[in-house]
Structures are given as C-alpha cells and as structure tokens.
RNA sequence: GGCACCGUAGCCAAGUGGUAAGGCAGGGGCCUGCAAAGCCUUGAGCGGCGGUUCGAAUCCGCCCGGUGCCUCCA
C-alpha cells in the first residue's frame, strides 16, 4: 500500500516510507497537565490516535509516545520570555476553590499548592478522559506517556551539549538561550526564517530579555529563576527548562533514537514549538531531520466560532457526555466519532447537530455489528487486508487519511446486504481496529463505553414500560402504549416497536 | 507586514484534467394502529474574475472570504 502523508516540512503530500520497517516512530505534544483538557486538545490527540490506528492496522509497529507538560509555565502569554504567574500557582487557586465548593472531592487533591499532586490530578483525568475516548496511547502510561518532571536529567544533557556544540550561550541576564543564528535551517518548517521574523509580532516577547539576546528570535533553554515553583538544580543555576527543549528530551528518550519516523501536534505547535525542536534536536544530534514527517491537525470550533472562555465553549469531555451540549448524556464513542469524523488538515466545527449526526452513524455502526453477531452465531473466522471493504477503507485512509472517504467505503458496504456474516463480522471488526466506536474499546478489546448513567434512570424500568406497551398494543389500548412510548422517549430512549416485540435503547446523544 | 492552511448542495464532506462519492437534515413513497428504525426515491456545476487546454471543481495568475502562527494556546 502507497501510504501518503502531507508533511508539514516540505509542505507537500510524499509517500510514507518508515526508517525501520516495520517499525514506526510517532511522537505526539501532549497537553499540559494544568487544567482539565477540552475537546479541541482531544481533536488533536484523537488524530494521532487515528494515525496510529491506521498504520497498525497497514502492519506496522507502531511505537507512541507523548509528553504530560507538568513544568509549572507561566500564564503571561504576552510575556513570553517566563514572566507573569506560575500556572502552577493558578491551578493551585483554582483546586482550592474547586474543593471549597465541593466541585472536586477533598480526597483527589491532598495539597493543592504541591504542585505535583496538581499535576497528578490533571494528569488522572486527562488519561481517563482518554480511556473513555478510546485512545490507545492511554493504556501505555505511564510507560509512553511521560511527565516532564521526570525527564529534567535528559534536557539538561541535551542543554550542555548545544552549549558545548556552540549553538547556546548563557546570556548576562543568567539565561541560556538557543543560538538561531548558528542553525541556518531556522524556518524551514514554518517558513518564518529568520529574516522574516517580525522582532515581537505576535506582542508575546519582553524587551527586557530581548536585550539580553544575540537575535530577538533566541529562545530560552534553560532559565535560572528562585521565584519559579518548581525548580531544579543545574549548572546554569536552580530554575526551569524552556518549553521547547522538554519534546526533544523525552522523543529521543521514549522512542530510543535520534531520529524518529512522525511528529504530530496542533497547528498552533508549528511556530515556535516545533521550528524550535528541530533547531535544538539537530544541533545536538547533527542530523538533517528530528522527525522526517511533521504532521499537524487543525483546530477545532464550537457552533462556528473559537472557542471561547467567556462564551463557554470550552468544554471538556465531561462536560460532553454529562450533557452539556445535547441536554442528555452522550455516548464516548459518539464524541470519539465526532472528533475523528473531518479530515485532520481542516477545522471541523463542533456542533449539536454534529453530535446528533455522529450518534446516528455511531449507532447505525452498532447495529450493523449486532446483526453481524447474530447471524455470524458465535462463527469465528479472519480476513486480511483483502476484504474489499477493508481494502477501500484502508486505502482510503492511506491517502493522507481520507477519513470521509473511508467512511463511504463503509457506508455504502453496510447498505448493501451481506452475504456471508461471519467474514463482514471479521472485516467489520478490522475496520472497528481504526475507528474503535463500535464498539469502543479498550488495550485488551474490552468495550469501555458507558454511557453516564443520567440521574432519572434509576427510577425508570424499560423493560417493564417495554412489555406494558406490548400488553397494551395487544388490547388495542393505542392511548396507553403511546403514552407509555413517550414516557420512554422523554427519558432519552429510543423506542421500537417490531413483530418481535418492543425494546428501548437509550440515545447515544 | 511575513509564513502557512482552507473555501464543493441547508449542514458535514469526497473528488486534484474528461461531463459532481458518501452521510445528516428536508420532500415523496413502502412498512406501522400511529410512530421510530429500515428500505425505495429526490436536490448543487464546485468563492469570484481571467488564463492554459479539445475539455477544469481539478493546472496557472490575480482578487475576495475564513483560519492558524509570527516566542511557551492542541
């Protein structure tokens, strides 16, 4: 199979080929663990997830890793260079008020000013946000998913050798800076190379540090600062790693080589992040490329527009599948769908209408599946790539993951009738390898979605309603079966009526 | 000002040189006590203007609009 990606450093679709087939080495920027992660962080994170998925499924071994941000960085956007407050600090107030208000329980956070237990919290609930959403990289923490924090040792050497190699220098305010000017591949991935770099465009650099540097486009590697939280002793005094240096660190130790195949992260990761990783990661290793792909998601939007602190939209995935947007409890695999359903390289609009769109599709999935089950009766045989359904979803795919095409491919395959079950169950089940929403699942193919059980549910029978409407339908009591119905139907089932009788099922949005 | 990405029916979205996939919603029909689900059926000439070509949504140019980035936001 042809695999084609569009990389983001030669800003061209190119064949995929692996550096060591078969395997395959992806590094992704994780989020940083200071607050509750929303779903346009889980967009990204789902690409990847995607990406990983699909080269699995081609044959490759695919070894992941991603980074947890827990090095307290500070909250002034517009003062880049490390000023304004700790965000460590912020988090800190905000779990204190959270506990006061009993919003988080008193247990999860012992001692909200530790800010490693703040980062454990953060770091808890991104992973089981993840587990819900079926990313398979959550089942590899601690192991693939690593903390910054335990990774200082590594960016200290990768700081000592760019200051050995001449590509850093400690600057007369104490701080060690990147020499962009010893690195003249600057802006090759963003194309704001070093001529075009508007000094303080973007209003996020301080003209105190900019004094200090050789070029306004040094970045900082490591900054001695007592007042910083968290803190590590080192030769250029106790502070803080940069923010950059921390991917280049953990990518080199996690996935054990120099180079590696694919570096995905969001859009907004281009510039600085990633220009700047590969400025450090080549400077020590000496290397033409750190990651030979670059792939890069784009952002998501709420109803249309950015999502917005003060309009709300940012939601987290709780917020999701506890009803936030459709009024009733939403199925993981239905957020999982709607988040991978738009090609990764345009904005994709979260919308209600979406959701519901999703949970119809994610639904039709299931019960495409469930038909399968019952007519394959407990027959169990495998298929390969060959299977013409898997064949075009997965060259689909293999076009810099065509997901809307490979979702015809299966649309127009469940439409048609199936003639033998127990192959479409294995091809389905392949298929379901890479979209795993139907159902979620978890490292070991144990489903994990659980819709949230909604607060009336208890008090509900559904069966019981389901056989009333049956008696009554038998009687010709149409005013009690309907009522009945509907009763169901506001409770957020969904309710049919066939010669085998009526069952209900709850709304997967 | 610089560097990029995107612009196809009400919505989501494929197609990258030969007369517009797929999904959702909507209309009509079958089924149903009525519904729901399912099945059948139904709609656009591709942001605009020029150019290349026998032929362009697809290539080139310009313009318009949206988005991201221009030092710690996925």
Same mark, same amino acid.
């Given at each position: 199979?042809?695999i084609?990606?569009?990389?983001?450093?030669?800003?061209?679709?190119r064949s995929f080929?692996?550096?060591?087939?078969p395997?395959?080495?992806?590094?992704?920027?994780g989020?940083?663990?200071?607050?509750?992660?929303?779903?346009?962080n889980?967009r990204s994170?789902?690409?990847?997830?995607?990406?990983?998925r699909?080269?699995?499924?081609?044959?490759y071994?695919?070894?992941?890793?991603?980074?947890?941000?827990?090095v307290?960085?500070?909250?002034?956007?517009?003062?880049?260079?490390?000023?304004?407050?700790?965000?460590?600090?912020v988090?800190?107030?905000r779990?204190k008020?959270?506990?006061k208000?009993?919003?988080?329980?008193?247990?999860?956070v012992?001692?909200?000013?530790?800010?490693?237990?703040?980062?454990?919290?953060?770091?808890?609930?991104?992973?089981?946000?993840a587990?819900?959403?079926?990313?398979?990289?959550?089942w590899?923490?601690?192991?693939?998913?690593?903390?910054?924090?335990?990774?200082?040792?590594?960016?200290q050497?990768l700081?000592q050798?760019?200051?050995?190699?001449d590509?850093?220098?400690?600057?007369e305010?104490?701080?060690?800076?990147?020499?962009?000017?010893?690195?003249p591949?600057y802006?090759?991935?963003?194309?704001?190379?070093?001529?075009?770099l508007?000094?303080?465009e973007?209003?996020r650099?301080?003209?105190?540090?900019?004094?200090?540097k050789?070029?306004?486009?040094d970045f900082?590697?490591w900054?001695?600062d007592?007042?910083h939280i968290?803190k590590?002793?080192?030769?250029?005094?106790a502070?803080?790693?940069g923010w950059?240096?921390?991917?280049s660190?953990?990518a080199?130790?996690?996935?054990?080589r120099?180079?590696?195949d694919i570096?995905t992260?969001g859009?907004d990761?281009?510039?600085p992040h990633?220009?700047?990783e590969?400025?450090?990661?080549?400077?020590?290793?000496?290397?033409? %490329?750190?990651a030979?792909?670059w792939?890069?998601?784009?952002?998501?939007?709420?109803?249309g527009?950015k999502?917005?602190?003060?309009?709300?939209t940012f939601?987290?995935?709780?917020?999701?599948?506890?009803?936030?947007v459709?009024?009733?409890p939403l199925?993981?695999?239905?957020?999982?769908?709607?988040?991978?359903?738009?090609?990764?390289?345009?904005?994709?609009?979260?919308?209600?209408?979406g959701l519901?769109?999703?949970a119809?599709?994610?639904?039709?999935?299931r019960e495409?599946?469930?038909n399968?089950?019952?007519?394959a %009766?407990?027959?169990?045989?495998?298929v390969d790539?060959?299977?013409?359904?898997?064949?075009?979803?997965?060259s689909?795919?293999?076009?810099?993951?065509?997901?809307?095409?490979a979702?015809?491919?299966?649309f127009?395959?469940?439409?048609q009738?199936?003639? %033998?079950?127990?192959?479409?169950?294995?091809a389905?089940?392949?298929i379901?390898?890479?979209?795993?929403?139907?159902p979620?699942?978890?490292a070991?193919?144990?489903e994990?979605?659980?819709?949230?059980?909604s607060?009336?549910?208890?008090?509900?029978?559904?069966?019981?309603?389901?056989?009333?409407i049956?008696e009554?339908?038998a009687a010709? %009591?149409y005013?009690t079966?309907?009522?009945l119905?509907?009763e169901l139907?506001?409770?957020g089932?969904e309710?049919?009526?066939?010669?085998?009788?009526?069952?209900?099922?709850?709304m997967?949005?």
């Amino acid at each position: 199979m042809d695999i084609r990606f569009y990389n983001t450093l030669t800003h061209q679709e190119r064949s995929f080929e692996p550096l060591e087939p078969p395997d395959i080495r992806i590094y992704t920027c994780g989020p940083t663990v200071y607050d509750f992660s929303h779903v346009g962080n889980f967009r990204s994170f789902l690409f990847s997830d995607l990406l990983n998925r699909f080269l699995t499924a081609a044959g490759y071994n695919v070894i992941h890793a991603m980074n947890l941000t827990d090095v307290g960085h500070m909250t002034e956007d517009d003062v880049a260079d490390g000023a304004g407050e700790d965000k460590m600090a912020v988090a800190a107030r905000r779990l204190k008020e959270a506990k006061k208000s009993g919003a988080v329980d008193a247990g999860a956070v012992e001692d909200p000013d530790n800010p490693y237990e703040v980062a454990r919290y953060y770091a808890k609930s991104f992973i089981e946000d993840a587990k819900k959403l079926g990313m398979k990289l959550a089942w590899d923490y601690p192991g693939k998913v690593v903390h910054a924090t335990d990774h200082i040792t590594e960016m200290q050497q990768l700081i000592q050798k760019l200051v050995e190699r001449d590509h850093a220098y400690v600057a007369e305010d104490g701080v060690v800076y990147f020499d962009v000017g010893s690195f003249p591949e600057y802006g090759r991935l963003s194309g704001n190379d070093i001529a075009n770099l508007k000094e303080g465009e973007g209003g996020r650099i301080s003209a105190e540090h900019q004094a200090a540097k050789k070029h306004p486009a040094d970045f900082f590697l490591w900054k001695p600062d007592p007042h910083h939280i968290m803190k590590w002793d080192s030769p250029w005094g106790a502070g803080y790693p940069g923010w950059h240096i921390e991917c280049s660190a953990m990518a080199m130790k996690v996935l054990e080589r120099e180079v590696i195949d694919i570096h995905t992260g969001g859009e907004d990761n281009i510039f600085p992040h990633h220009e700047c990783e590969i400025a450090q990661s080549c400077g020590v290793t000496g290397h033409e %490329d750190f990651a030979r792909f670059w792939m890069h998601p784009r952002h998501l939007f709420v109803e249309g527009e950015k999502m917005s602190k003060s309009k709300g939209t940012f939601y987290t995935v709780s917020d999701v599948m506890e009803g936030k947007v459709t009024g009733r409890p939403l199925d993981p695999g239905v957020l999982r769908f709607e988040l991978i359903k738009t090609h990764y390289r345009a904005n994709s609009n979260f919308t209600e209408k979406g959701l519901h769109d999703s949970a119809n599709t994610v639904r039709r999935l299931r019960e495409f599946r469930q038909n399968l089950l019952a007519g394959a %009766d407990s027959q169990v045989t495998e298929v390969d790539g060959s299977h013409p359904a898997v064949e075009g979803f997965l060259s689909a795919l293999a076009d810099d993951l065509n997901i809307s095409a490979a979702m015809a491919v299966v649309f127009e395959w469940i439409s048609q009738p199936v003639p %033998d079950p127990v192959e479409a169950l294995a091809a389905f089940d392949l298929i379901n390898e890479i979209l795993n929403v139907a159902p979620v699942s978890d490292a070991t193919g144990k489903e994990v979605d659980l819709l949230v059980r909604s607060k009336d549910e208890s008090k509900l029978d559904p069966e019981a309603l389901c056989r009333g409407i049956d008696e009554a339908r038998a009687a010709k %009591d149409y005013a009690t079966a309907d009522a009945l119905r509907d009763e169901l139907v506001a409770h957020g089932y969904e309710v049919r009526t066939s010669p085998q009788g009526t069952t209900a099922t709850r709304m997967l949005a």
